[in-house]
């Protein structure tokens, strides 16, 4: 997930946009898997929501035991050799989001600073943070 704050931030400040601008309603974010960049967007409306880091990484393990039928179906298709390259990468440990956050804050003293410095302006953030806290009406 460092990777990609490192190497994408252009993406990350896009998909935030994305959601910033789309109608009112739901939106759903995903990735291949579902868990590493789509949890580090989670992560990042998360912090602009105001929930707290525990919550955060709490919310970012969850995401494990959804992914079980996945990783099953893609071990399947690998061959055991290449399966055990990619069995690390398959855990979701709290640890995991909170160091990348932590990263965010070492190197750019907060998400809210790399946020900023690579487009994503202060009214926007917090424009975002509103749109998170707005409840959907009953369907």
Not at 16 to 26: F, R, T, W
């Given at each position: ?18 959601i910033l601008d789309a ?11 579902g868990k590493d960049r ?8 998360s912090e602009l929501a ?90």
């Amino acid at each position: 997930m460092t990777a990609t704050l490192d190497h994408a931030p252009d993406q990350i400040v896009t998909v935030l946009g994305a959601i910033l601008d789309a109608p009112p309603g739901p939106v759903l974010i995903h990735c291949h898997a579902g868990k590493d960049r789509t949890g580090l967007i989670a992560a990042l409306c998360s912090e602009l929501a105001g929930q707290s880091r525990d919550q955060i990484a709490a919310d970012y393990a969850a995401s494990g035991p959804q992914l079980t039928a996945f990783y099953a179906g893609m071990q399947a298709r690998h061959t055991p050799e290449r399966w055990a390259k990619l069995a690390p990468l398959v855990p979701t440990h709290p640890g995991d989001i909170l160091r990348t956050l932590d990263n965010l804050d070492r190197a750019w003293g907060s998400p809210r600073a790399y946020l900023s410095a690579h487009g994503l302006t202060e009214a926007e953030q917090d424009a975002l943070a509103r749109r998170l806290h707005t409840p959907v009406p009953p369907t």
